[in-house]
């Protein structure tokens, strides 16, 4: 079968969260159950043009009235040779920082003639390339108007039999804008109700997806339910509702190559289940790095999060009401949290780690440090508003530290609460979203630390036999495509 991924991210290439790595997770996957699959994406400022093949003559892109030249640049995904990754090159649209925006702009005003770009780039790349898939499969708001476009001006010729699947990776980033961008989108106006891109008179390129794509996909079985309810549908429940039967839940997986305690060569020392007791050197080194007393004894809670609302940050680390500080003052345990995002959480993670010798904080984006995060820990905090999958809480499972979630989407399918009777269990759970419900959940995680040594113990292993494979998830995918074909 031949799949074209379009996405705004794709890891190692450009990631600002967990799309990155799905997307190319999911890539590599199917690639290697023996289909042809390739990826296209904006080359943004930061990917080096050096490492890459540029594809000989300039591309042009009718983007509604406007004629945009580009380049087109390619390479290899890094380790999965016959899986190419196509680059949208333009100066104007992706020759600066940012993947949707900067810290003092986070939604650039062209971001639609940005993705604009991106989706009617695509389907001139297969053109130019002569390569016409069965399947787009276009990943949140961004890609989204490839499914529209695909429905109303595409589908014929090479691409008559083509379908589109759109995956929603998280329903709160929607791409809401301004109707006068529509003229860009190269869609005729009889569509502007009909592709759902109308939003009470403004554009919403998430909405479209939802009512064009043939299938539609999010990343775990009961962020599927919760999207359809309106406490989590995001406006959106109506419709998802509507389209239930063609709605799928898939758990993404974890790419075992990258988050490897056995192999991960960010981390001090590697380490299995067999050799778990190694897990104490990087919890060392841990410690160290971040500033904080190096000792085992003491139970190091990890954070590795975008500040942004959806992960619960206010009731973590809020001035007036979060229970971090309350955390770090009432019991033996540290904090080490790895972030960046809004301001303000910013900014009172700096005046709690410069007032608790408990708390550390890096502000900032640090591949190699989040992996020592997860290995050096003994608990993960997510207490997460909602989370569509979230990938952290597997990878925490994986190297044999705990996670202290919230029942909620992706997190409530891969965490089983702990059962302080039997021992059963691979993480503490908290349902309602408040600074004394996580205070009380991590003072439950700390009693077990301090009295139930061998039930701990036994969690962890538990945890690290897990399967998160993508190779499932990659055979649930093909069968939605499979379906779609007949
Ligand atoms: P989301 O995509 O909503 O941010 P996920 O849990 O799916 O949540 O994925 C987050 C991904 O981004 C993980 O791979 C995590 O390690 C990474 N990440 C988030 N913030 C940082 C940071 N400040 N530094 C390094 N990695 C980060
Ligand atoms: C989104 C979600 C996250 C999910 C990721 C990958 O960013 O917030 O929960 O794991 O996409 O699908």
Redesign the pocket.
Known sequence: MRILMISAEAAPFA????????VSALSIALHKLGHDVCIVMPRYYKINRENLTQLPGPMCVHCGYREEWTAVYTTDMPGEKGLPVYFIDHEGCYGRDGVYGVPSDTDFKDNPTRFSLLCNGAFQLCRKIGWYPDIIHAHDWSAALSTVLLRFNERHDNFANTKSVFTI??LGYQGVYNKHNYSILSLDWNHFYSSGLEDYDQINFLKAGLISADALTT?SPTYAREIQTPENGFRMDGILRARSNDLYGIL?GVDTDV?NPSKDSFIAKTYTAKTIKNKVENKKALQARMGLEVNPDIPVIGV???L?D??GIADIFAPAYGCAYKLCADMRLQFVV???GEKWCEDELRVLSNNLPNFAA??????S???LI?AGSDFFL?P?KY???????M?SLLYGTLPIVRRTG?LADTVQNYNQETGEGTGFILDNLTPSSIYDTVGWAMYAWYNKPEHIANMRLRGMKQHFGWDVSAKKYLEIYEKLLK
């Open positions: 990631k600002t969260g967990g799309l990155a790595d799905a990776h998280n990343v993404n988050w590795v999060t975008r942004v959806q992960k790895l972030g960046s890096y502000i900032g984006y640090d591949e440090l989040s992996h997860e997510m997460s989370e569509p999958c979230g990938l952290n809480q990878y992706g």
